[in-house]
């Protein structure tokens, strides 16, 4: 009998979170694509994956061949979040940019901005420190290095607007 693998919930909610990442990436470019049609190129592609027990790469092809993303229930209400709610969470950014504005973010930033505003906003489940940590990771692998500082500065002044009572003494 074969030892069946064990998932580790923080290892599936890095991934979840780069499928939401790719997909609302993607639709910064085609947003007359539906997201569902988005999703399902990708999942055809195997760049996301609906099976979290999906093997990783072989040793061969590790470091070249990246494991699949996973779309799942967290990663489709993301999705959802962001794109219903896309204008309020740029409203809730701008302020936050000090000198900036969304259109000079690159697309890689403001997904990442508008994946961890949502989680701020709208997810009281997800933990405030869990949700900086996370974009800031995701800047670090699909943004300029520079952008993860940045966003983690923004995203801690959007935190204290959002979720003031984690900040009060």
């Known amino acids: 009998?074969?030892?069946?693998?064990?998932?580790?919930?923080?290892?599936?909610?890095?991934?979840?979170?780069?499928?939401?990442?790719?997909?609302?990436?993607?639709?910064?470019?085609?947003?007359?694509?539906?997201?569902?049609?988005?999703?399902?190129?990708?999942?055809?592609?195997?760049?996301?994956?609906?099976?979290?027990?999906?093997?990783?790469?072989?040793?061969?092809?590790?470091?070249?061949?990246?494991?699949?993303?996973?779309?799942?229930?967290?990663?489709?209400?993301?999705?959802?979040?962001?794109?219903?709610?896309?204008?309020?969470?740029?409203?809730?950014?701008?302020?936050c940019l000090k000198g900036w504005r969304l259109g000079r973010l690159s697309r890689a930033a403001l997904t990442v901005l508008r994946i961890s505003c949502a989680e701020l906003k709208y997810r009281p489940d997800v933990p405030t420190s869990v949700s900086i940590n996370e974009a800031v990771e995701l800047c670090k692998t699909y943004a300029a290095q520079e952008d993860a500082r940045f966003i983690n500065g923004v995203l801690r002044t959007l935190s204290k607007k959002l979720r003031p009572e984690e900040y009060q003494a």
């Open 1 to 95: 009998m074969e030892k069946e693998k064990r998932i580790d919930l923080k290892t599936v909610r890095r991934r979840e979170r780069t499928a939401a990442f790719y997909v609302l990436f993607a639709w910064n470019f085609s947003p007359e694509q539906e997201l569902e049609t988005l999703s399902s190129i990708m999942l055809e592609s195997g760049l996301l994956t609906d099976d979290p027990r999906k093997e990783e790469p072989s040793e061969a092809d590790a470091g070249t061949v990246p494991s699949p993303a996973l779309l799942d229930d967290f990663s489709r209400a993301l999705i959802g979040l962001v794109s219903e709610k896309l204008p309020e969470l740029d409203d809730e950014i701008a302020p």
